[in-house]
């Protein structure tokens, strides 16, 4: 078991028990790891306050990771509560419904910028605002996704924000390094989470996993969470920049 205690960790994306940010926290709490908790707006605030209170949550605030402004108000939050703390987990992705719905060519302007503003830029102002507040040696852990690098049915816009923030993982991985902090991304085989659940055919893609990949098996939030309790504590020192795949091997598949 990893030992984590002295370390604070910030989630940005628990939405609730079958969130793999959940997952993660949790893991993250058996460690050892102090936990702090956002959530986005009021209608996720009944769903999260309890779940930071279950963790023991040093506090939980509402962000909005469209507005400066909101994190700007969460990072004096941090400074003022911890000072400095060690680890940024971000688990936040959105697309409209429709945009996932219709063909990927039919994708509009208004939601193409709203997938890539929460889906993937999110993640470069977060790691802007909060790793000046990080201890060196601090790591940033976000989510991805196979539909990334290839096309998964109804999957569309996101797939495209997807591979934006891989390719931002990359990037922010060198200028993050100059300060000692590091970056990397997870990219998880499908779950029953509610993010999930507005892509059409999810239950098909599930049994497909199931049946193909080399496990045979879909993989779970603690599945996820164990491997971000590595990537993000000293274990994993000499990882940056890097997509560890956490699906039962179904992306070393070809036919």
């Known amino acids: 078991m990893i030992d984590l205690k ?17 997952g993660i926290a949790s893991q993250l709490k058996k460690a050892g790891c ?8 009021e209608a996720l605030k009944k769903r999260v306050i309890p779940i930071s209170e279950e963790l023991e949550g040093k506090f939980c605030v509402q962000c909005d990771v469209t507005k400066d402004d ?22 936040v992705a ?34 802007r605002e909060f790793s000046p507040l990080m201890n060196e040696g601090g790591s940033i852990v976000t989510m991805t996704y196979h539909g990334s690098t290839k096309v998964i ?26 300060r000692g902090i ?16 507005g892509v059409a055919g999810f239950r098909d893609i599930l049994h497909v996993i199931e049946e193909r990949s080399p496990l045979h098996r879909n993989v779970t939030i603690e599945d996820v969470g164990n491997t971000a309790v590595f990537l993000l504590s000293d274990a994993a020192r000499g990882i940056t920049g890097e997509i560890v795949y956490v699906d039962s091997g179904y992306n070393i598949l070809g036919m």
Not at 34 to 41: H, I, V
């Open 153 to 178: 049915k109804n999957y569309n816009i996101m797939g495209v924000a997807k591979a934006a923030l891989e390719c931002s993982v990359r990037y922010l991985a060198v200028d993050l390094g100059e």
């Open 182 to 197: 590091r970056i990397n991304a997870i990219s998880a085989g499908p779950i029953k989470t509610l993010a999930a659940a």
């Open 34 to 41: 102090e936990l702090a908790f956002t959530y986005a707006g």
């Open 94 to 127: 959105f697309a409209p419904q429709d945009e996932l719905k219709n063909k990927f060519i039919e994708t509009t302007r208004e939601g193409f910028k709203t997938a890539l503003d929460i889906s993937a830029y999110s993640l470069i102002a977060l790691a």
């Open 70 to 91: 909101d994190i700007k108000a969460v990072a004096e939050k941090v400074s003022k509560e911890w000072g400095k703390f060690d680890y940024l987990v971000h688990s």
């Open 6 to 22: 002295g370390k604070k960790a910030l989630i940005f994306g628990v939405a609730n028990k079958r969130s793999i940010a959940y």
